[in-house]
């Protein structure tokens, strides 16, 4: 068959090479369409009951994640330049696109009672500059006599204010946050640098937006570098400008049927899909290093140019369609898992490894057809660091077979140590520096109020006016008690803070009057409250109530702890709650950004895990299928276990933590090291089956198919290890443990393998 395809190919060279130059211009002119997703990674499945708890929360209270926090600690504040320049600042974020309101201690609205027409009016502190320090002085006295806002907008004890801007939901989930975010910070600092004094940026919006866009930019940037280190790497192992160009046109080609078949399928390109390209330069430069060293070979050999490409496509085109094969199947597991991210993941990576196996297969044997044949020697092939070295390999192996099996199961054993301390966590803002700037802004925010991301708890009562019930309003006031004497969360708001500030107006704007009203100033509040609007506010009884106030919304920020310690923070706040409200009465439900993330990076690490289980499955019945001999299946799959544990060993011995960039190295990592196993036993086989023992198919296997496969590593092995440069946690372990597993995978295939040959598949036939 594979002869009849090699035949077909070569007799149809030209129809082909046009034929694939055009679609893969016309998935290119697609592939500039490819949108970058602004909105959060669709990880958790529909209807998962976190994301309906999630959904249901956003319809009646909003995104809940739309706050842009500006923080700063100073004696000044009240100095009447400072405050004035303050409230300036205010008005200019007011002015900027996407922000809707912006609230500060002056600009904070004061409830006044307006007995005629019984409703609270809601002025701002200030609607202009103070003119004296005196009219200053008064207004710090009446702002700081309201207790609505201590630990929300400023914390007495250590000078420490903010200023917090709501953006518009459409901006947070589009390209215009970028601009929203950069303009704040960059009207923002004008103030900072007038004053010499730093401020603090954080909250959701500002997390997304400079993750997001750092994480593009790194991107775009090691995509770059890794087609520039691939093209150098093979301008200088081949020592020729063709051999380094033709593979580099494979690798573009790849890159543009990718961002073509995203395009196509509808979808955009998230963190997951981002991770795609690198991939496929990954794995179309192995492809053309074994056609390419193949062709060399069978030309030395008998300098026929038409039955080299022949015994190309047949004998390596078998060969890259298993090896193609594993690794489509290593990545399109994904797209059986429920997580939407995932799915698209799988799809996109499993379809474009294909296609890449097809435009390797035909499009550098064509190439190669065209050009003048080469020398019947080749300098890269004779007497070269690499040859030399694999020369050497054979007679130690033969000489310490037993060894090297000992020494890798005392390895594997050691491993499993560092197995059992892998441990999974993640964190909202995970993977930048901790000396950055944006890290140690959250930390401060973190430090002084408590933490900015979102945690919200919604308390059904099950019936209409439920949550202004008294009795109802006494318990959400004990759930706050709980929130604010744990350290790991901000000052909670609710109704019920909104009915202490409402009382205190009532009764003149005394500070003592700031309590729970009784059954009886209840009513006369809300009704004043339902008759209330504040500028850019809503009403504070629908800012934390549902419609027919049958919910009441308890609402707080946290600290980023991590996916690790969400668990034991969720189980104590339940049981706290649960001791003060009838749970199975009334439906408590948790949700934001923190619980969102915890369960999201849960469902992404469980599904990557059995993704890579249900890959090694799959990988195992292909290799099955083409050696057809249960001892070859098990020869197979030992040097490919140890690279892995190898990378979970140092994981855990290192204490990296398991999260979707980690662990999407062991896919990566499974599917180059079974290349390597399959080209070199795929060898080993033909040699035998052309009836030669097990020694001398061991020995041309490391001569031949070892160049090839040492080529790949180097070449892999640096794509990879610029990522290392990253200034993100996830993306410099991606660099930096897949180009570790690649030097131990082909080490184990190299050595460890042969050994295993030896020893096991008759190895006292022949001579050394």
């Known amino acids: 068959m594979w002869l009849k395809i090699a035949r077909f190919i070569l007799n149809n060279r030209l129809v082909l090479l046009i034929a694939i130059t055009a679609l893969v211009l016309l998935m290119a002119f697609i592939g500039k369409d490819a949108k970058i997703a602004y909105s959060s990674a669709k990880i958790v499945p529909s209807d998962h009951p976190k994301f309906i708890e999630h959904q249901q929360f956003k319809e009646k209270f909003g995104e809940g994640g739309n706050i842009f926090f500006i923080g700063l600690q100073t004696d000044r504040f009240f100095n009447l330049d400072f405050f004035n320049d303050w ?181 955009e390109i998230t963190m997951l899909i981002g991770l795609i390209p690198p991939v496929i330069v990954a ?68 379809i474009n490894i294909a296609v890449l196996f097809f435009t390797s297969l035909v499009i550098i044997p064509v190439i190669l057809s065209f050009l003048p044949a080469p020398k019947r020697k080749h300098k890269h ?95 959400v006031e004990k759930i706050q008690g709980i929130f604010t004497k744990d350290s790991l969360f901000a000052r909670p708001m609710s109704l019920v803070e909104g009915l202490k500030f409402a009382k205190q107006a009532y009764f003149s704007g005394l500070p003592k009057y700031y309590d729970l009203p009784s059954q009886y100033d209840k009513n006369f509040i809300l009704s004043y409250l339902s008759n209330t609007k504040g500028e850019g506010t809503g009403t504070l009884v629908n800012s934390f109530t549902d419609s027919t106030k049958q919910i009441v919304r ?17 189980d104590s706040i339940q049981s706290k709650v649960a001791a003060v409200i009838d749970t199975s009465r009334y439906k408590v439900s948790y949700t ?65 933590y398991l999260k979707p960039a980690t662990v999407l190295i062991f896919s990566v990592a499974l599917g180059i090291s079974v290349d390597f196993t399959i080209h070199f036993l795929a060898k080993y086989r033909q040699e035998r089956l052309s009836g030669r023992n097990s020694t001398t198919a061991i020995q041309k296997a490391i001569n031949e198919t070892g160049l090839s496969m040492t080529y790949t590593a180097i070449i892999l092995f640096f794509g990879f290890i610029i990522f290392t440069a990253s200034s993100f946690q996830g993306t410099f372990y991606l660099g930096i443990l897949t180009s570790t597993t690649i030097i131990v995978a082909i080490v184990a295939n190299l050595v460890l393998l042969p050994s295993i040959l030896l020893a096991f598949d008759g190895g006292g036939e022949g001579s050394v």
């Open 381 to 475: 092939l004779q007497n070269n660091i690499f040859t030399k070295l694999l020369a050497k390999i054979f007679p130690f192996v033969a000489a310490n077979r037993w060894k090297v099996i000992g020494i890798s199961l005392v390895l594997l054993l050691l491993a499993i140590g560092g197995i059992i301390q892998l441990e999974s966590k993640s964190y909202i803002f995970d993977d930048v520096s901790k000396n950055s700037t944006h890290y140690t802004d959250l930390k401060f925010f973190e430090s002084k109020f408590n933490g900015v991301i979102p945690f919200d708890v919604m308390v059904n009562t099950g019936k209409k006016n439920g949550a202004t019930k008294s009795s109802i309003l006494k318990r």
């Open 554 to 570: 308890i609402s707080t920020q946290m600290a980023d702890v991590g996916t690790h310690e969400i668990p034991t923070v969720l």
């Open 283 to 350: 794995i179309s430069v192995p492809n053309c290093v074994y056609l390419i060293n193949r062709y060399y070979r069978e030309m030395e050999k008998h300098g026929n140019k038409e039955q080299a490409l022949e015994q190309v496509i047949q004998r390596i085109g078998y060969v890259i369609f298993y090896a193609n094969l594993t690794t489509a199947i290593g990545f399109s597991v994904f797209s059986l898992m429920r997580s939407e991210s995932l799915r698209e993941f799988g799809i996109v990576a499993g």
């Open 87 to 267: 409230y300036e600042l205010g008005e200019q974020c007011k002015k900027i696109e996407g922000v809707e309101a912006v609230i500060s201690l002056a600009t904070a609205p004061i409830i006044e009672k307006d007995t005629v027409n019984k409703k609270f009016d809601m002025p701002p502190a200030i609607t202009g500059k103070i003119g004296t320090q005196q009219e200053l002085d008064s207004l710090k006295t009446k702002l700081l006599a309201l207790p609505f806002y201590e630990n929300i907008l400023y914390k007495k004890e250590d000078s420490t204010f903010l200023m917090a801007l709501n953006i518009n939901n459409d901006f947070i989930n589009s390209e215009r946050r970028f601009a929203v975010s950069e303009e704040i910070v960059a009207t923002a600092e004008g103030f900072s640098q007038k004053y010499n004094i730093p401020l603090r940026y954080s909250g959701m919006p500002y997390i997304r937006a400079v993750t997001a866009k750092r994480v593009n930019a790194e991107l775009e940037l090691f995509l770059i570098l890794s087609i520039i280190a691939a093209a150098v790497l093979l301008l200088l192992l081949f020592r020729s400008f063709q051999a380094m160009f033709f593979p580099m046109l494979i690798v573009l080609g790849g890159i543009a049927f990718t961002m073509g078949t995203i395009v196509l399928l509808g979808y």
């Open 592 to 656: 934001g950004s923190t619980i969102m993330a915890y369960v999201g990076n849960k469902f992404l690490i469980e599904g990557l895990i059995q993704s890579v289980l249900l890959a090694f499955a799959l990988i195992a019945l292909v290799i099955a299928f083409i050696f057809r001999q249960p001892k070859m299946l098990l020869i197979a799959f030992i040097p490919n276990i140890i690279p892995l544990a190898f990378t979970a060993a140092l994981m855990g011995y290192s204490g990296i």
